[in-house]
């Protein structure tokens, strides 16, 4: 399947360090996006980077994508406590009916 | 703001007990998914619709139905439920057909089924 698998499945840190998540896909697409779930709740989107974009800016995060080797990386630099949280890439569905691809995703802890 | 809201936080339910889960988006948004979320096994599609009365299967659709009488509303039906249907349940929904669509979630609702 197109599913996104995302590098660590955990990762901890202490508040300030940069914390980096890694997304790997199979097939091409034509964006990805990342979302972010804090401990039971819903998802939020984070942001969305197409083909042709190398690398998108929001806030503290910095989002790469590197298409030849099908795979995505999240940056968030300078992390908060507030930053704890699951983190998701979503690739689309080759359908492109509106359908994402999530997967197990990334649990980062920031330590204060 | 884009909002979903979903008629639960919390539900609790018997065995073969007929559960419906409500959802509504207020955006005019044509498509909307059902996820199941399990430790371990990340969000799995159960159905989607992308327009009223239109419904297609997700990845794991057995065991559930969706009703989509209304364009802001999309239900998602356990006609019996079990155990391993214990789960936390998300809905969403995106304003178009296309996945260049961010999709807007719910709080979710967190089922057990004992």
């Known amino acids: 399947s197109q599913q996104g698998e995302e590098d660590p499945q955990a990762l901890s840190i202490q508040e300030g360090e940069n914390a980096t998540m890694n997304c790997s896909y199979k097939t091409s697409i034509n964006n990805l996006q990342w979302y972010r779930q804090n401990s039971g709740r819903g998802l939020v989107h984070l942001i969305l980077?197409?083909?042709?974009?190398r690398e998108k800016h929001s806030g503290r995060l910095r989002v790469t994508l590197d298409t030849s080797k099908k795979s995505s990386s999240l940056l968030i630099t300078a992390s908060r406590a507030a930053d704890t949280a699951s983190y998701f890439c979503a690739p689309p569905d080759p359908s492109n009916t509106g359908k994402l691809i999530f997967g197990q995703g990334t649990t980062l802890q920031v330590k204060p | 703001d884009v909002k979903v809201t979903q008629s639960s936080r919390y539900l609790v339910k018997r065995t073969g007990e007929k559960v419906f889960l409500e959802c509504v988006q207020d955006?005019?948004?044509?498509?909307m998914f059902w996820y199941r979320q399990d430790p371990g096994l990340g969000l799995r599609l159960i159905y989607f619709s992308y327009d009223v009365k239109m419904k297609e299967k997700g990845d794991i659709p057995e065991g559930y139905s969706v009703s989509r009488e209304k364009k802001e509303r999309f239900s998602l039906i356990l006609e019996s439920a079990s155990t391993n249907q214990t789960s936390m349940y998300l809905c969403?929904?995106?304003?178009?057909?296309?996945?260049?669509?961010?999709?807007?979630f719910g709080p979710g609702t967190r089922l057990t089924v004992t």
């Open positions: 955006m005019d948004h044509e498509n």
């Open positions: 980077i197409r083909s042709n974009e």
């Open positions: 969403a929904s995106s304003p178009r057909r296309l996945s260049s669509y961010e999709q807007y």
